[in-house]
């Protein structure tokens, strides 16, 4: 069994779903995020919080995947200030919902001023509500943004324990670690982190606080990631025990912090209906049901 704590599936296909299912991933966590190009509006916002933990919780069900989220105003829109404004004041409405399993993903992305007072206004809201915080490392001036982004978390005397430090690399890695926070690593096809380093990764730390992602969204990206790198570890000789903390564990440990997210979610009977209906819409789109048995098996 494999979870993938980083996927954006509101990019995805149900093609994607049933291939996710079929490789063994048994459950997700789909941080809010940018969406490709500004949003405009605070509704958009709200209809989009809406959809996950809504729709996109109702489409991973249809093909036996359990699906959370995390909640929050990504650091990129964080710019727009009048904006950033209004989908903070909406963010409690969402925070407490059903399957909502932290604050992210959330930190910097050009390291601005802006960006620093959005991130210290949801690091907050995370403390009052005692979740654990997703943070979205900076894809330029990487490990400058790391090291400020664990500063401030410090600074608002948050337990690294409940952090999950995303994105990161062989620059980044051992400070993370060091530092007591969670560390995450986006598995990506050509930027970001390959398997093959990944692999080499775990072979130099261990597999303690480690945790491997997909981060798949609208981009050239892969929601097969975590079973990939997963087979590519056992095949260089990482234990099965490796693997599974990396690649299972350690994502329950740290975002089941929250009360949200318990293995029992997902180690039932595994039934699935596809004849259910959200909103009165279905996966379907008039095509035949599967049963459990062809979903599952």
Known sequence: MFIDPHVHMTSR????YQAMRDAGIVAIIEPAFWLGQPRTAVGTFRDYFSSLVGWERFRASQFGIRHYCTIGLNSKEANNEALAEEVVELLPLFACKEGVVGIGEIGFDDQTKAEEKYFRLQLELAKELNLPVQIHTPHRDKKRGTTRSMDVVVEHEIDPGLVIIDHNNEETVQEVLDRGFWCAFTIYPFTKMGNKRMVAIVQQYGSERIIVDSSADWGISDPLAVP?????????????????LTCYQNALTAYGQSGQMDESDWSGSGAVDQTQLFEGNSVLRGQRPESSSDIIN
Do not use: F, N, P, Q
Request: proline residues 0%; glycine residues 10%; hydrophobic residues 25%.
């Open 228 to 244: 990939k790198t997963a087979g590519l570890m056992t095949r260089s000789g990482i234990s099965e025990e490796d693997v599974r």
């Open 13 to 16: 296909t149900t093609d994607d």
